[in-house]
């Protein structure tokens, strides 16, 4: 569930012929690659996650009426839209500090502020504030190819389930330092471990350099009992004493935004 890239730089010296020597990298099969920086377009994840001040609920019912519908017009628009891609969950009476998440999927990031700028222009944009934001990039996981079935695909498919468990997620230095047949061990069993579990999936995204975690994981599943079944199984795996952090934690229901503002009672 981790990834160590080092960038494709030139090195001092040439090789024979004059051509400039350029880094090396080290797979964790152990084998050494050459190969060019991947400029390809993949997908921003973001999950963002709002709170609704109180004092919202003590405005008259009109005006919370017509705020409620501005709200519910943006996330319709935003949901047909064809360059990104719009999941609803709530969080309200699961948390305290957050009660309703959007995650939002698309190969521009201009495309999660465009929608939050809509956002912050309405009236309940004013008691909106955002306790967690988490900005990630689709990839592949280097440890998976040799493992059928993994769940670790380059494409991601949001919103399967009832429930989403999202966290950031934060390797230790000391796992960078391992070798990559160390690593891919550690990976195997841990894969290996969670294989039992068909009805969790798992989304992992990457934010080396563009957020404060190293990864978002998200698990979509109908099942909260087999996802902390999985979870505490994997605590037993060696490459668990390698995790730095991993909190906070959010359990997400998959609800819509109509459900979501009457929960919220507006």
């Known amino acids: 569930m981790t990834n160590e890239e080092t960038p494709n730089r030139p090195m001092e010296g040439t090789e024979g012929g004059g051509r400039p020597r350029r880094s090396f990298e080290m797979d964790p099969s152990g084998q050494l690659t050459n190969r060019e920086p991947d400029r390809a377009n993949r997908q921003f994840l973001n999950y963002a996650f709002y709170k609704l001040d109180p004092a919202f609920r003590r405005l008259a019912k009109d005006e919370r009426v017509a705020a409620a519908d501005e709200v519910r017009q943006i996330v319709q628009r935003w949901s ?26 698309s190969n521009d990031v201009a495309c999660f502020q465009d929608m939050q700028a809509e956002i912050n222009a309405t009236a309940i944009g004013g008691y909106l504030t955002m306790p967690y934001s988490y900005l990630s990039l689709q990839k592949r996981s280097q440890y998976v190819n040799r493992i059928e079935g993994s769940g670790h695909g380059l494409e991601i498919l949001p919103g399967q389930g009832k429930y989403l468990f999202v966290y950031p997620f934060v390797k230790t230095r000391a796992w960078y330092a391992l070798t990559p047949h160390a690593r891919q061990g550690m990976m195997d069993e841990h894969i290996n471990a969670a294989s039992p579990f068909k009805g969790v999936r798992l989304n992992t995204s990457y934010s080396y350099g563009i957020d404060d975690q190293e990864f978002v994981v998200a698990f979509d599943s109908d099942y909260p009992q087999e996802f902390v079944d999985l979870v505490g199984r994997l ?8 995790t730095a ?8 229901a998959k609800t819509d935004i109509d459900g979501i503002l009457r929960q919220l009672g507006v």
Not at 82 to 101: A, E, N, Q
Not at 245 to 252: G, K, Q
């Open 80 to 105: 047909e839209r064809d360059d990104s891609i719009l999941r609803t969950y709530s969080l309200v009476g699961i948390r305290g500090d957050c009660d309703f998440m959007f995650w939002r999927i």
């Open 245 to 252: 952090r991993d909190v906070p934690a959010f359990t997400c």
């Open 235 to 242: 605590r037993h795996t060696e490459a668990s004493l390698y």
